[in-house]
């Protein structure tokens, strides 16, 4: 199986910061990476299929990038409302699977 | 709107079964395939496998064969998910999620989840 390193595990931002959230897969999946972001207490929601294509309704300050093993998430003016464990998943090779996490707390 | 209901948590007891549904409204059901997820207690996200609600045909992560079951009630629009002989490691939520239309595997709809814990 292919796996996903997220990194970091956590981290702790302000308001209005820019965020990034790093996935490295342990071999190359041609952009088939997916991220989701889990608030607290709530099911996973999609935000980026393709690596970088941001699924309907979610707001533009999301986006995605990378290619071959790296991949990165990108929160610009960070808002209360994105305080969440984001997660990143491959799905080029069976079985898909995902990262661990990394979880976003308001500094 | 697209929506996935799972039924409520359950506590059971090593050795026992347990069945958790899903149902779907706002879609054509049989148009998306189902997957389910579970997630351990603080723990990430593990793909458990899917079920093709076309045609009924299960497919299973190596990891949950043998005692977990994909079913349908396609007329009532309902995913279900039955594991049978449950083990402490079983404690988890189970999310039923649909697969997008245009890559597979990626889920773009989720259940608020359904809690199992198992403790005797």
């Known amino acids: 199986d292919i796996r996903m390193t997220q990194s970091p595990a956590s981290l702790s931002a302000s308001l209005g910061e820019t965020v990034n959230i790093e996935c490295l897969a342990s071999?190359?999946?041609?952009?088939?990476l997916a991220w989701y972001q889990q608030k607290p207490g709530k099911s996973p929601q999609l935000l980026i299929y393709?690596?970088?294509s941001l699924q309907n309704g979610v707001p533009s300050r999301f986006s995605g990038s990378g290619s071959g093993t790296q991949y990165s998430l990108k929160i610009n003016s960070l808002q209360s409302e994105d305080v969440a464990t984001y997660f990143c998943?491959?799905?080029?090779?069976?079985?898909?699977?995902f990262g661990a996490g990394t979880k976003l707390e308001l500094k | 709107q697209i929506q996935l209901v799972q039924s409520g948590p359950e506590l059971k007891k090593p050795g026992e079964s347990v069945k958790i549904s899903c149902k779907a409204s706002?879609?054509?059901?049989?148009?998306?395939?189902m997957h389910w997820v579970k997630q351990a207690p603080g723990k990430g996200l593990k793909w458990m496998g899917w079920?093709?609600?076309?045609?009924?045909?299960?497919t299973y992560a190596d990891d949950f064969k043998g005692r977990f079951v994909f079913s349908l009630e396609a007329s009532a629009s309902t995913a279900n998910l039955q594991i049978s002989n449950l083990k402490n490691e079983d404690t988890a939520t189970y999310f039923c999620?649909?697969?997008?239309?245009?890559?597979?595997?990626?889920?773009?709809?989720w259940g608020q989840g359904a809690s199992v814990t198992v403790s005797s």
């Open positions: 999620a649909r697969n997008t239309d245009y890559y597979p595997y990626v889920m773009d709809a």
């Open positions: 071999e190359d999946i041609y952009s088939d």
């Open positions: 079920i093709n609600t076309y045609t009924g045909k299960p």
């Open positions: 998943q491959q799905y080029n090779n069976y079985p898909n699977t």
């Open positions: 393709n690596a970088n």
């Open positions: 706002g879609y054509t059901f049989t148009d998306y395939a």
